[in-house]
T-cell receptor, first 113, second 111 residues
Framework: DSGVTQTPKHLITATGQRVTLRCSPRSGDLSVYWYQQSLDQGLQFLIQYYNGEERAKGNILERFSAQQFPDLHSELNLSSLELGDSALYFC????????????FGEGSRLTVL | GESVGLHLPTLSVQEGDNSIINCAYSNSASDYFIWYKQESGKGPQFIIDIRSNMDKRQGQRVTVLLNKTVKHLSLQIAATQPGDSAVYFCAENPGTYKYIFGTGTRLKVLA
């Protein structure tokens, strides 16, 4: 158990809909990362937050947004969903966000029908 | 570019043999590297890390080698066991607050 909690574990929805994925980092970790993993592919970096502020952005679509709240949990919002958005979405946390190990949650599997 | 999506290369090894998984990283400014193991349906798990001021680092049954000249990392697993079957990713940190993951290699351990 990495200490990173992601909900929901599984989500099935329809095209055009909007979903919110939630992540609670490890206790004491200030930084949260979001990654997308499509079937049998690598981890695509989406976005990183540190202590509530956006710090780095990757290949995140405009339909996607995220935020980190004062209690350090984070949410990833995916809107106008398309079939191609079906993937595993991972949250990871680290103490500083600049170096050191990333601790990953178990992921949220999104299926768009 | 970052983390290219490709079909995963597969390495098949006999149980008890040593495994070597390779990774080419992209950014010469990267100064920190991690190997992760991902089992089916689970999140990536940390295996071992190495900083750019080192060439080699050993853990329990695992060794990471870093060749900065050719931007190459390798993960060696000694006496490979069935429980080592997973996808292995290398990740680099180029100091831009984001960790860039490699494509991944699927390790299959044959009994």
């Amino acid at each position: 158990d990495s200490g990173v909690t992601q909900t929901p574990k599984h989500l099935i929805t329809a095209t055009g809909q909007r979903v919110t994925l939630r992540c609670s980092p490890r206790s004491g970790d200030l930084s949260v990362y979001w990654y997308q993993q499509s079937l049998d592919q690598g981890l695509q970096f989406l976005i990183q937050y540190y202590n509530g502020e956006e710090r780095a952005k990757g290949n995140i679509l405009e339909r996607f947004s995220a935020q980190q709240f004062p209690d350090l949990h984070s949410e990833l919002n995916l809107s106008s969903l398309e079939l191609g958005d079906s993937a595993l979405y991972f949250c990871a946390s680290s103490v500083t966000g600049s170096t050191g190990e990333l601790f990953f949650g178990e992921g949220s599997r999104l299926t768009v029908l | 570019g970052e983390s290219v999506g490709l079909h995963l290369p597969t390495l098949s090894v006999q149980e008890g043999d040593n495994s070597i998984i390779n990774c080419a990283y992209s950014n010469s400014a990267s100064d920190y590297f991690i190997w992760y193991k991902q089992e089916s349906g689970k999140g990536p798990q940390f295996i071992i890390d190495i900083r750019s001021n080192m060439d080699k680092r050993q853990g329990q049954r695992v060794t990471v080698l870093l060749n900065k000249t050719v931007k190459h990392l390798s993960l060696q697993i000694a006496a490979t066991q069935p429980g080592d079957s997973a996808v292995y990713f290398c990740a680099e940190n180029p100091g831009t607050y984001k960790y860039i993951f490699g494509t991944g290699t699927r390790l299959k351990v044959l009994a």
